[in-house]
């Protein structure tokens, strides 16, 4: 079978890039692939996560996949530190890996910041509980986004030196499935960097559960140029702010953006934004108050993890004693 893994950090403020880039593609692949999509609260407190915050950004995942369009009826939805396993692959895995594979991980380097020193162990390993992650349940293939191909490439690094080393033919080659170029949502206040959750400027990103006032807001303070829309994509070059808001709008309208370029042509930003609040506020607003309604009664939600992690652990339980059995460990 084909069988697909993803996740996204409850690290909260959950946005239109993890909408446009991962949740969107998530529903689709449902149709194609047994589906798991998990909401990785290990991979979180890998920097500082407020207890009470944590348990709340945890649900909040959990109903931004369901108000997305993730249905736990097909998929299978659920909280990573509910099933044990991840962590225990996880250190087996952090026995395969190799200090120098981790030491090239540009993510690391971009989240530690200056002071490596005082980054969390876990932070630097993070890599090994990713490929625990798919691999505990030999999934094939794996949505990612740009931020996370060096990532999935350990992985494979991973599965490899183990099927090596414990002469087992235990984990498959993971496949990634690459997400198209207009998947990638940039910050809004800079062209350069990736909108991000833990970008400390709210003004930087539209959240998930931003309402219109908020969401018209950002989009006007949205950083531009002060060139008009040109008549096609070529005379967006160079300028990255006015390449994403176009993106965007081309994203949520499901349209190329020759087409987006073509129907603003020599528009300015203003009214390119109005049309763009308009179409954002349009889409997500369904999305929004189903997060909402969610939210309102956590039942519902720790229902579904409940029963999502009780069907994972019995997909990973007997790929687990494989390993066991490879590594030599008493069953
Ligand atoms: P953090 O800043 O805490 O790392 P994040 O915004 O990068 O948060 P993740 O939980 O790391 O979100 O990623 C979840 C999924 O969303 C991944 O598949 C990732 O590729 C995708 N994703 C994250 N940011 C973007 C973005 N700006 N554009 C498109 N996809 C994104
Ligand atoms: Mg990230």
Redo the contacts with the bound molecule.
């Keep these: 079978t084909n069988r697909v893994f993803?996740?996204?950090?409850p690290?909260g403020n959950m946005?239109l890039?993890?909408y446009?880039?991962?949740f969107r593609n998530w529903v689709r692949l449902q149709d194609d692939y047994e589906c798991l999509y998990c909401v990785?609260d290990l991979h979180?407190i890998t920097v500082w996560q407020e207890p009470a915050g944590l348990t709340h950004q945890i649900r909040e995942a959990a109903a931004a996949y369901m108000a997305a369009g993730v249905d736990p009826a097909r998929s299978i939805l659920f909280n990573q530190s509910q099933v044990p396993a991840h962590s225990e692959l996880a250190w087996i895995f952090n026995c395969v890996a190799r200090l120098g594979w981790l030491n090239r991980m540009t993510q690391f380097k971009d989240k530690a910041g200056k002071n490596r020193e005082k980054a969390s162990v876990g932070l630097y390993i993070y890599p090994n509980l990713m490929a625990a992650d798919i691999l505990l349940y030999k999934a094939t293939h794996v949505?990612?986004?740009?931020?996370?191909k060096q990532h999935l490439e350990l992985t494979r690094d991973i599965a490899q030196k183990f099927n090596h080393d414990f002469g087992a033919d235990l984990f498959p080659e993971v496949e990634p499935i690459i997400?198209d170029e207009g998947?990638?949502?940039?910050s809004l206040r800079d062209g350069s960097k990736?909108?991000?959750?833990?970008?400390p400027s709210d003004y930087s990103r539209i959240n998930l559960n931003d309402d219109a006032d908020t969401i018209a807001q950002k989009i006007r303070k949205a950083r531009t140029d002060s060139e008009l829309i040109p008549e096609t994509p070529d005379g967006l070059t160079g300028r990255a702010e006015a390449t994403n808001l176009i993106g965007i709008y081309a994203a949520l309208a499901d349209m190329e953006r020759t087409a987006v370029c073509a129907d603003f042509a020599g528009k300015d930003f203003a009214s390119f934004k109005a049309a763009l609040t308009d179409l954002a506020v349009a889409k997500l607003a369904p999305v929004t108050e189903e997060m909402t309604r969610l939210m309102n009664d956590p039942a519902e939600i720790d229902a579904v993890l409940r029963k999502g992690a009780e069907r994972a652990q019995a997909l990973a339980a007997p790929i687990m004693a494989e390993v066991r059995a490879a590594v030599g460990l008493l069953g």
């Excluded at 998947?183 to 940039?186: K, L, N, S």
């Excluded at 990736?194 to 970008?199: C, F, G, L, Q, V």
Aim: charged fraction near 20%; hydrophobic fraction near 35%.
């Design positions: 993803s996740g996204a950090q690290s946005h890039g993890n446009l880039g991962a990785v979180a949505p990612v986004g740009e931020d996370q997400q998947a990638r949502v940039m990736k909108m991000s959750k833990s970008d």
